[in-house]
């Protein structure tokens, strides 16, 4: 069983920066793929970046450039970078982890709002 917890989302202006939080409940090596979803108000749950276990990093075409991923593994927490936010960034953000099992686990979700 695997536990996620984000936090660090909130309100930010145009332009601005947040870096959200993922702590697991268990040693992150140990996972095979993590990765931070995000869905906005009537639409489907998209991918946005996600981290390998051997810290591969792939990222959605929408978000390149702008948004990253990166992992402490002392702390067990993967985080997201996200600059230069836009106003379709608005959405709840969640973590997921696919341990090497196969089995996933999602945490219960971070809210950023980008005002205009």
């Known amino acids: 069983q695997v536990q996620l917890v984000e936090s660090g989302g909130g309100l930010v202006q145009a332009g601005g920066s947040l870096r959200l939080s993922c702590a697991a409940s268990?040693?992150?090596?140990?996972?095979?793929?993590m990765g931070w979803y995000r869905q906005a108000p009537g639409k489907q749950r998209e991918l946005v970046a996600a981290i390998t276990q051997g810290g591969r990093t792939n990222y959605a075409d929408s978000v390149k450039g702008r948004f990253t991923i990166s992992r402490d593994n002392a702390k067990n927490t993967v985080y997201l970078q996200i600059d230069n936010l836009k106003p379709e960034d608005t959405a709840v953000y969640s973590c997921n982890a696919r341990p090497l099992d196969g089995s996933v686990y999602w945490g219960q979700g971070t809210q950023v709002t980008v005002s205009s």
């Open positions: 268990v040693n992150i090596l140990s996972i095979s793929v």
